[in-house]
């Protein structure tokens, strides 16, 4: 699939280099770096509902408790 994007002359030149710096393509460096925004748009967000989820009920348990409960099973 292509995606175009309207880019200043200035951002563009910006990018270019950056990619030059990192040694990847523009192409390589906007999809890694959008794939690791959604990353971390997701990563706050599941970590926003498991706080949610721990303020509802604030139950904790050691490493050891919960080897012992897998070992259980």
Same mark, same amino acid.
């Given at each position: $699939?292509?995606? &175009? !994007?309207? $880019?200043?002359?200035? =951002?563009?030149? @910006?990018?270019?280099?950056y990619?030059?710096?990192?040694?990847? &393509? %523009? &192409? #390589? @460096? !906007?999809?890694?770096?959008?794939?690791?925004?959604?990353? #971390?748009? *997701? #990563? @706050?967000?599941? *970590?926003k509902?498991?706080?949610?989820? *721990?303020?509802? #009920?604030? %139950?904790? *348990? &050691?490493?050891?408790?919960?080897?012992?409960?897998? $070992?259980? =099973?």
């Amino acid at each position: $699939m292509t995606i &175009s !994007l309207r $880019m200043s002359k200035e =951002d563009t030149e @910006l990018v270019k280099k950056y990619a030059a710096i990192k040694g990847v &393509s %523009v &192409s #390589d @460096l !906007l999809r890694q770096t959008i794939m690791e925004r959604i990353e #971390d748009e *997701y #990563d @706050l967000k599941c *970590y926003k509902e498991a706080m949610a989820e *721990y303020e509802q #009920d604030p %139950v904790t *348990y &050691s490493l050891d408790e919960v080897e012992k409960e897998i $070992m259980r =099973d």
